[in-house]
């Protein structure tokens, strides 16, 4: 059972440049989301999902976008990466009972970007 | 969106010694929740509190939910080396959304 698997795990740009970071999950869980991890700052939400064919914004979602064709993949889109987008990403996933934002995530192991 | 404040940001303790992380809201929590981060690694799920003055405890860690469930508590007793990381709080207040504190980072001397 491979739980939440993310690809790549490290990956460096160049300002300008897009990318897309991948998320699959394994669980059937119909909540799925994307974090940034920056130095003192915990973690931001960027988008979350409810269901496949559902997106919404989270704190802070300029500069990405996503989208959810199935319920195992929610992937990230960096549009014209920016050297302020360098961060550890983290997608995470669980259930929907009451929400999903209040059940427990389940994160994989994250992407380590770095913008230049 | 919802705000938790987490404190102290960092904590340096000998092994053996106590540690508390405290989370704080200046709203009701409907519920919170706590991770553990090793340094590294992904956050990984410790536990959910739900209702007024709950009490859970797990081993050598203890978490508690305020009575008016604005704040919340994660104590460990005689730490060890493996209690090495960084813990979150995390909140929802809209049931779709989960807010995470800035963590405490404990370090554990031997």
């Known amino acids: 059972n491979a739980g939440v698997t993310q690809t790549p795990k490290f990956q460096v740009l160049k300002t300008g440049q897009s990318m897309t970071l991948q998320c699959a999950q394994d669980?059937?869980?119909?909540?799925m989301s994307w974090y940034r991890q920056d130095p003192g700052m915990g973690l931001r939400l960027i988008h979350y999902?409810?269901?496949?064919?559902?997106?919404d914004q989270g704190e802070v979602p300029n500069g990405y976008n996503v989208s959810r064709s199935t319920t195992e993949d929610f992937p990230l889109r960096l549009l014209s990466a920016a050297p302020s987008q360098t961060s550890v990403y983290f997608c995470a996933s669980s259930s929907t009972a009451g929400g999903g934002g209040n059940q427990p995530q389940h994160f994989g192991d994250g992407t380590r970007l770095s913008i230049l | 969106g919802q705000q938790v404040m987490q404190i102290p940001q960092y904590q340096h303790v000998q092994e053996g010694e106590d540690f508390t992380t405290y989370c704080n809201s200046s709203t009701t929590l409907s519920n919170i929740q706590w991770y553990k981060q090793r340094p590294g690694g992904h956050p990984v799920f410790l536990i959910q509190?739900?209702?007024?003055?709950e009490v859970k405890k797990q081993k050598r860690l203890t978490f508690q939910f305020g009575e008016a469930k604005k704040n919340s508590s994660l104590h460990i007793t005689a730490t060890q080396t493996t209690d090495v990381g960084t813990y979150f709080c995390?909140?929802?207040?809209?049931?779709?959304?989960?807010?995470f504190g800035s963590g405490t980072q404990l370090t554990v001397l031997p």
């Open positions: 995390a909140a929802s207040g809209s049931a779709r959304q989960l807010t």
């Open positions: 509190l739900v209702k007024s003055g």
């Open positions: 999902s409810v269901g496949a064919g559902i997106t």
């Open positions: 669980m059937n869980h119909e909540y």
